[in-house]
């Protein structure tokens, strides 16, 4: 009863968001109910659309993860678009140099450069943060400008791919690609790798001491201080974590999907892991679920865009509402009290 | 005038002329901040601003209906801000970011709807230069200062004026004051309330226009994600100027240096590949805050919503 309780809010919002973004998507003269049974549907008809959703779902996970791990300790991580990037660019650059290495070498190496380079980009807004007090959001915003350029470097480089005529890489040696799960359409292990991300992220901040102290850090920063919390250290290491996160996404997607690096692999996915990791309001073991929620309506809205012609954007309102009336849900409960 | 000359003379000028964004969106930025209201939803604001200033400007025909609508936009983004931080007491950062996002998505889909799929982006006129009779015959100055389109001139008085307005009127104390103490400024008779929607909201506006700008003078039509990065670079700014509004107006001129500086060097063909240009200017910003974060007088209650009926603050 308490769980119905506790999530009923949610559902509120939710449809409190599809029936306001309902009211949108009929004032731009398209059916709700045809857009609706697209966005939601799409999924779950074919195993194509499933796998579809799950693949979304891996990126979506680590970059929202990202977000909450340092969002714990009370720290804003903006930068998972520049980590997932750089991490990129680590997996690539192994991925290209090491490209005759055996498999059983070569992809946990590719895996590992991808967190490290990552952890790495991350590592420069913890630090300025550490050392100097600057704010993260700021830090970690600009260096996502910085990633944008130093990708573009890197793929016009000396490993650009003369054939190419965008921006890209040679590929990785094929030893370097990630084992499917499922062939087709296919499905990489990077599915599990997440999965574990995830797993060991919950285990870490509500079963270990450390994690304790991270979760205690950012619910209030002055009585852990008092503790003998070195909160410092805390947002340093948390910082990195997420950072370390969004690389394993830039790995996994350039092993898993690409198989090359391409500039313009941007897509808006960081942006959401913001929006998911706002609307699981920073509950680690919450952002799977939202993770998977928010891909379902992805796939479903490219599926929208393709048969119905209504723009993909239509979705990031409705996603931007879904927070909105989240936010608002908890003030109503907060306000009951 | 021997080759050099012209060449400072003409970076100079682009230079003021780069100026503005960061001054607006800047001066915006510390106006709230200056009662407490940390806005970090710039960019998404500069972003529909720019898209809703373009659409207006083109479908009206007229730039200054453009301008006046990004402020309005702005000054609703503004509205929104004080309403769920000063009046729901919601987390600032938080309700900042999801404006933020708003802004990003609404500036992408906006465009689409009003002039569906183009290949050939519509164009408006940019804002012509309007020399200023006689200061603009001045050998070098005028040139530089005296001969830029109107919203140069407009940005430098207003720093001026909210220098005057913030440090010499009685107004000024007062918001000062909100930013400082807002309990004391609360128990003294002043409405915390409403000074905070009214610079929230004129902030807003300010960084509406800020976004607008680029589409009327630089391009003459809106592209996806075109502020690239000013709104963020914008808020290191108002760190970097001490939230005063002289020295924000002086550390614009130096982020609009460093941007017209890299642009100069692509186009002219320096050794450097040019994705490390790129890069200046945001490599800047971080330089820049390595100095003057620590030191910055924020105000004290920067980022923090005032509830009367908590004991302690």
């Keep these: 009863m308490t769980q119905i309780k506790k999530i009923f809010p949610y559902f509120i919002a939710v449809v409190a968001a599809f029936i306001a973004a309902g009211i949108f998507i009929a004032a731009l003269k398209f059916n709700p109910f045809k857009a609706y049974e697209t966005i939601l549907t799409t999924s779950f008809r074919t195993p194509n659309g499933f796998i579809q959703t799950l693949v979304k779902w891996v990126p979506l996970t680590l970059v929202s993860l990202a977000f909450t791990v340092p969002l714990s300790s009370g720290k804003f991580n903006i930068g998972a678009e520049g980590q997932m990037l750089v991490g990129a660019i680590g997996a690539a650059a192994v991925g290209i140099t090491c490209a005759n290495l055996p498999a059983v070498l070569l992809v946990p190496m590719i895996i590992l450069a991808g967190i490290l380079a990552g952890a790495f980009w991350g590592l420069i807004s913890a630090w300025l943060l550490y050392q100097f007090n600057i704010n993260e959001i700021l830090t970690t915003v600009l260096l996502n400008f910085i990633s944008f350029a130093l990708i573009d470097y890197v793929a016009t480089g000396p490993w650009r791919d003369p054939a190419a005529g965008h921006p890209t890489t040679i590929a990785i040696g094929e030893n370097g690609f990630l084992p499917m799960l499922v062939n087709q359409p296919p499905l990489t292990i990077g599915v599990i790798l997440a999965a574990i991300a995830a797993i060991l992220v919950y285990f870490y901040t509500d079963k270990t001491t450390s994690g304790y102290e991270l979760v205690v850090t950012g619910a209030n920063p002055r009585a852990s201080k008092v503790h003998g919390i070195n909160i410092r250290q805390m947002f340093l290491f948390s910082m990195i974590i997420g950072a370390g996160l969004a690389g394993l996404a830039g790995a996994i997607e350039v092993s898993g999907t690409q198989h090359r690096l391409i500039e313009g692999l941007h897509s808006n996915f960081p942006t959401l892991g913001l929006i998911i990791g706002l609307i699981a309001r920073g509950k680690n073991q919450a952002v799977p679920f939202v993770a998977f929620f928010i891909a379902v309506l992805e796939v479903g809205a490219s599926a929208m865009q393709r048969t119905l012609l209504i723009p993909v954007q239509v979705v990031l309102i409705m996603e931007a509402l879904i927070l909105i009336f989240i936010l608002l849900s908890d003030l109503i409960r907060r306000r009951q009290k | ?313």
């Design chain 2, 1 to 313: 005038m021997s080759g050099i000359e012209v060449f400072l003379i003409d970076f100079l000028k682009l230079t003021f002329l780069s100026m503005v964004p960061f001054v607006l969106a800047g001066q915006g930025t510390m106006l709230g901040g200056r009662t407490g209201v940390f806005n970090v939803a710039q960019e998404g604001i500069m972003l529909t601003g720019a898209a809703v200033g373009f659409l207006v400007g083109y479908l009206s025909s007229s730039v200054f209906l453009g301008a006046v609508s990004a402020m309005l936009v702005g000054g609703v983004f503004g509205l929104i801000l004080a309403y769920f931080t000063t009046t729901l007491k919601m987390d600032q950062f938080v309700v900042g970011l999801a404006l933020f996002f708003t802004g990003l998505g609404l500036s992408s889909l906006l465009p689409k709807l009003a002039l569906g799929v183009t290949l050939t982006p519509p164009l408006i006129p940019t804002l012509p230069d309007i020399p200023i009779p006689l200061l603009s015959k001045i050998p070098v100055l005028g040139p530089i200062l005296f001969n830029q389109n109107i919203l140069v001139y407009l940005s430098i008085i207003l720093s001026v004026l909210l220098w005057y307005v913030l440090f010499r009127t009685n107004l000024g104390l007062r918001l000062r004051s909100i930013g400082e103490n807002p309990k004391a400024a609360d128990s003294l008779g002043i409405s915390v309330t409403r000074y905070r929607y009214l610079t929230s909201i004129i902030g807003g506006m300010l960084i509406g226009l800020a976004g607008a700008y680029l589409p009327m003078v630089y391009t003459g039509t809106f592209t996806d994600l075109m502020v690239k990065g000013r709104g963020w670079i914008a808020i290191a700014l108002t760190f970097f100027g001490g939230w005063s509004p002289l020295p924000i107006m002086f550390g614009a001129l130096f982020f609009a240096g460093v941007e017209v500086l890299s642009y100069r060097m692509q186009v002219g063909g320096a050794f450097i590949p040019y994705q490390f240009l790129i890069m200046l200017p945001y490599i800047a910003t971080i330089i820049v805050m390595i100095f003057t974060f620590g030191k910055a007088k924020a105000p004290s209650f920067l980022g923090q919503n005032y509830d009367r009926e908590r004991r302690t603050l």
